[in-house]
């Protein structure tokens, strides 16, 4: 578990989550799940340089994956196109008009 500046967390519902490393002492992983959040929290993330920079240097990594609107940070970093994606039904529209190049698929259902 990681976060941007390697203290603890706490969620939109008040949950506190304690990484054990940032982004800059993180280990190399295998794999890498982006959670996904409140739309809004999401898109203000999606913003964050440092934040989608990480991602991307993260791109050669076997598996990396996003949990509902986490597909968002993928975008911004460059991650989904081409590839076949979806995320929560009600911020699914906005996933495709902002990355345009990423086909979306509108059945809500995982992709293979």
């Not at 999606?46 to 994956?65: A, D």
Request: aromatic share 6%; net charge positive; glycine share 8%.
């Amino acid at each position: 578990m990681i976060s941007e500046s390697g203290k603890t967390i706490k969620t939109h519902i008040g949950t506190k989550v304690t990484p054990d490393y940032s982004i800059n002492d993180s280990p190399t992983f295998d794999i890498l799940l982006i959670p996904g959040g409140p739309l809004r929290a999401i898109q203000s993330i999606s913003k964050n340089k440092k934040i989608i920079e990480w991602i991307k240097s993260q791109k050669s990594i076997e598996y990396i994956c996003s949990v509902g609107t986490g597909a968002y940070l993928l975008g911004e970093a460059g991650l989904l196109a081409g590839k076949k994606v979806t995320t929560h039904h009600l911020a699914l529209k906005l996933l495709q008009d902002k990355y345009p190049d990423t086909p979306c698929d509108i059945s809500g259902k995982s992709c293979p």
